[in-house]
């Protein structure tokens, strides 16, 4: 699985999920998301008029039975994207994975 900080919500608990059972390699880079967990799965999203930003406030309160590390999900491979990949058009997430 490939992966980076843009990765949260579903795309987070999958990389989670693969990580804990070992189903799958993730690499990439560290997700977004947090492992803490300290709210999740229903949500009101609402704008505000006049800056036009989006408010998202969770409905349901949850959180992990046992501490965890205030972060998202490590990668079994960690990659790092430069910027000179970038300018050459690579993609090293994907040449590591093959």
């Known amino acids: 699985m490939l992966g980076n900080g843009s990765n949260t919500s579903a795309t987070y608990t ?5 990580k804990t059972y070992g ?27 006049y800056s036009k930003m989006e408010v998202d406030i969770p409905l349901i309160y949850t959180q992990p039975t046992k501490r965890r590390p205030d972060r998202g999900v490590k990668p079994d491979i960690e990659v ?19």
Not at 89 to 98: H, T
């Open 14 to 18: 999958m990389l989670l999920l693969a």
């Open 23 to 49: 189903f799958a390699k993730f690499v990439g880079s560290e997700s977004g998301g947090n492992l803490q967990g300290i709210n999740g799965s229903q949500y009101v999203f609402f704008y505000l008029p």
């Open 80 to 98: 790092k994207i430069m910027q000179r990949d970038i300018a050459l058009g690579r993609d090293p997430f994907l040449e590591v994975a093959r």
